[in-house]
């Protein structure tokens, strides 16, 4: 049997899996209260520590806690941009589909604009509705210099317009676009997109890079500390349950010793207990050493 993080269920989509599946998440009173003043002021959460210390997963602890659902995700790279993360239209596929129309002699009606919008993450997360989603912006220190401030605006005023919208001749009529949920439309009006509840934002970094002051402003910030033995012990039983800690003790010991000269991940070591736990010998060093290996730099 796969580990409990890596089961998929081929009748429903891994996001709509995860929104109903708990998991298991610890959390420090002062790092809760932290995550609470994030929520009361409508601020983002900026969350930085070393990989594998849980912060993309805090973004679905908050979901499952609140009841607040599939948890709407933009990995942040190089490449990324505000604009991608807000909407994109498809105008080449208009444009053909257009052009299909008038060759085929069809009543020669435009195509639905709608059908060829798609919010991205951030836009799906601005939709009005009556309770927040939370959106995770994972690894924000990956992109371009420029997009913390870039997001400044959005986070500030809460809405973000649609040019292509914005001009059709009768805007008070709503436009159905798509939604980064799959198979999940919703309506536009004047070719604008305003929150009534700002949603849960949970940005993640790893440190690599500063911030502009302005961002950080408008942002609580949280430092997720590398997790300790007590720690560590409490994620294990969490996700694999009493009986992975009956023998795991070396284990421990071994992931201590090794994160101590470099960078190791939580999930390393969920790896190893459950590899353990399933009868795999973990007693060759090779073996060992491909799952507990350093995550930064050479091996």
Known sequence: MAPPWRRFDAQEPRSSAEASRPRPYLIDREEADIVNAALHLRRPLLVT????????????????????????????????????ALYRYDAVGRLREATLRRDTNE??????????????????????????RVLLIDELDKGDVDL????????????????????????????????????????????????????VVIITSNGERDFPAAFLRRCVRLDLPDPDERRLREIVLGHLGPDAL???????????????????????????????????NLDAPSLLQAVLHRLGGAV
């Open 49 to 84: 520590g070393q990989p594998g210390t849980g912060k993309s997963s805090l973004a679905h602890a908050v979901a499952h806690e609140l009841g607040l659902g599939r948890v709407l995700q933009w990995p942040v790279n190089s490449r990324s941009t505000l604009q991608d």
């Open 107 to 132: 009543d020669g009606t435009e195509p639905d604009i709608g059908q060829y919008i798609r919010l991205g993450p951030l836009g799906s997360a601005l939709v009005p509705r009556e309770r927040p």
């Open 148 to 199: 913390p401030n870039d997001l400044l605006t959005v986070f500030e005023e809460g809405e973000f317009a649609i040019p292509e919208l914005s001009r059709l001749l009768d805007g008070h009529v709503p436009v159905h676009v798509q939604t980064d949920d799959p198979d999940t439309t919703a309506p536009v009006t004047r070719g604008r997109v305003r929150c009534s509840e700002f949603p």
């Open 246 to 280: 009956d023998d795991a003790d070396d284990l421990l010991r071994e992931f201590l010793g090794r994160r101590a000269t470099g960078e190791l991940a939580t999930d390393q070591l969920l790896n190893a207990v459950f590899l353990r736990k399933g009868g795999v």
